[in-house]
């Protein structure tokens, strides 16, 4: 079964995302590391190989 919606952005927010706002029910979210030193955003991945790379992570 695929995760829900709140599973995702809790996960991401416990991974020290931001939610900056969107327009409609869309979100959008960046993390202080990229917003402080300028360094490029992570390319985009599903939903899949986030939960991998949080794995890996954790």
Known sequence: MPRK???V??????AGFVDR??????RN????I???DGRPLPKPM????FVTAMQ???
């Open 5 to 7: 919606v709140r599973e």
């Open 9 to 14: 952005i809790r996960d991401l927010q416990r």
């Open 21 to 26: 706002g969107g327009r409609g029910s869309h």
């Open 29 to 32: 979210f960046t993390h202080e």
């Open 34 to 36: 990229y917003r402080r």
């Open 46 to 49: 599903s939903g899949r190989q």
């Open 56 to 58: 890996s992570v954790a």
